[in-house]
């Protein structure tokens, strides 16, 4: 079974630039997740998506970020226009919808650099 | 606001002895807690999670300890080099509180095995 895959692995954009990332959750998850990760700080929470809707966007810094996930499969996350710290590394990570807790399962990672 | 907190930025441990590794969190509404272990350009890969009602929960070679008066966890482990050097997150969320997953993590700690 593939874990989460997110691309690209790495992207260095000018500052005012625009730049897509993507997230292919584990199959049949419908939690998605979106964290980013500045300057090897603490892993902090973006958004959750629960199949194709919004469950919480409370992380979000500003609306120059806008994530979606149509038909509730892969999520992208755009950032228009970049500024310089918005620099860092987003991870995506996914889980099951299901009763009780669960673990989420992390992507690798896209290591955004805004120059 | 820092909920989750790790205050050991890092720790050295000889292989074959015990290593400790601590978190505290200030949310009394904190109900599942998990520890993440990551490599550097990799996303975290769980390691073991627990729920408040428990206060201690053991998965292979890894245990993990609830103290929830003191509102503190801590994971236990004998490890080797050098696959376990690594830095290892905290994590905690509230699921009760229906907020799904989403994950409060703290700033990591990066353990050092020295063989």
């Known amino acids: 079974e593939a874990g989460v895959t997110q691309f690209p692995s790495h992207s260095v954009i000018e500052k005012g630039q625009t730049v897509t990332l993507r997230c292919d959750p584990i199959?049949?998850?419908?939690?998605l997740y979106w964290y980013r990760r500045v300057m090897g700080k603490e892993i902090k929470f973006l958004l959750h998506f629960v199949k194709e809707s919004k469950q919480d966007e409370s992380g979000m810094p500003n609306n120059r970020f806008l994530a979606e996930r149509t038909g509730g499969t892969y999520s992208t996350l755009k950032v228009q226009p970049a500024e310089l710290e918005d620099s860092g590394v987003y991870f995506c990570a996914s889980s099951q919808v299901r009763q009780g807790m669960t673990e989420a399962f992390f992507g690798q990672g896209t290591r955004l650099t805004v120059v | 606001d820092q909920q989750v907190k790790q205050n050991s930025p890092s720790l050295s441990v000889q292989e074959g002895r015990i290593s400790i590794l601590n978190c505290d969190y200030t949310?009394?509404?904190?109900?599942?807690f998990l520890w993440y272990k990551k490599y550097p350009a990799e996303g975290p890969t769980f390691l073991i999670s627990i729920s408040s009602i428990k206060d201690k929960n053991e998965d292979g070679r890894f245990t993990v300890f609830l103290n929830k008066s003191a509102k503190h966890l801590s994971l236990h482990s004998v490890p080797s080099p050098p696959g376990d050097s690594a830095v290892y997150f905290c994590a905690a969320s509230a699921w009760r509180a229906n907020q799904g997953g989403k994950l409060i993590f703290g700033q990591g700690t990066e353990l050092s095995v020295k063989p």
């Open positions: 949310n009394s509404m904190f109900d599942y």
């Open positions: 199959s049949g998850h419908d939690n």
